[in-house]
């Protein structure tokens, strides 16, 4: 379990420095396109990279509780059978109480967030909550936790977070190159420009699709991780 903790750690580092280093390459390539501006897309580059790892890290988890339609954290008193559920497991497991979101959707789905296991959140849906006995629950419930445990679920936020980033500015850059291409022309150019111009728009579609890859890739490896120790 330690080993898959400092793997985890390692993979969060490693993911958020190539983060910056390509949003800030990013930057370079659009400085190069659009000379007259300087290094200003660099240095705004650099402060939305910065700004992205720091909100992924701290504000991750809310993020994706929010898109999910979370409601919570609920109390004892607001749903008894799912929280002693999940106090009972996390004794047991040995890790501290998450906060506990329900969504209120029919579908049977089930996640963990947060960037450490005091600071973990767990999310049911009513339909997971209604369609599965209790043994079944608990088996998703332990599933969940063990991503908390070991840190997965980190990584996990981070990388949703900062995939959902890179769509954000790949679309920001398209629309901002369609709608200067009269001004790109006029400037004339050149072949270098052309060529630069040419691999920032392949790297901005692209990174989008590269970035889900990742995503999933590592979204496959840790479900199987999560299962050995839940």
């Known amino acids: 379990m330690y080993s ?6 390692r993979k969060t580092l490693l993911l958020i420095v ?7 390459f990013i930057g370079w390539v659009i400085g190069r396109i ?7 897309p660099l240095f705004f580059a650099a402060i939305i990279s910065g700004i992205m790892t720091l909100v992924s890290y701290f504000s991750g988890d809310k993020i994706a509780l929010s898109v999910a339609g979370a409601n ?3 109390e004892k008193n607001d749903n008894p059978y799912v929280y002693r559920l999940v106090e009972n497991l996390c004794v047991t497991a040995g890790v501290p109480l998450p906060k506990i979101y329900i969504i209120p959707d029919r579908a049977m789905n089930a996640f963990a967030t947060g960037r450490d296991p005091n600071h973990g959140s767990i999310a049911l849906t009513q339909g997971i909550i209604d369609g599965l006995e209790n043994e079944e ?6 599933h969940e936790l063990s991503h908390i445990k070991n840190y997965d679920s980190r990584l996990m936020t981070i990388v949703v977070v900062l995939v959902g980033a890179i769509a954000i500015l790949s ?5 901002f190159r369609w709608g200067r291409r009269g001004s790109a022309n006029d400037r004339g150019g050149g072949q270098i420009g052309a060529i630069l111009m040419i691999i920032g728009i392949v790297l901005i579609v692209l990174s989008p ?5 990742i995503k999933l890739a590592i979204s496959r490896k840790r479900e199987f991780l999560a299962d050995a120790s839940g």
């Open 34 to 40: 659009y000379p007259e501006y300087g290094y200003s």
């Open 72 to 74: 919570g954290p609920i």
């Open 137 to 142: 629950l608990e088996g998703v419930v332990s």
């Open 18 to 24: 190539i983060f910056v280093v390509f949003i800030i």
């Open 209 to 213: 699709i590269i970035a889900e890859l």
């Open 4 to 9: 898959q903790i400092d793997a985890n750690r």
């Open 171 to 175: 679309n920001y850059f398209l629309r």
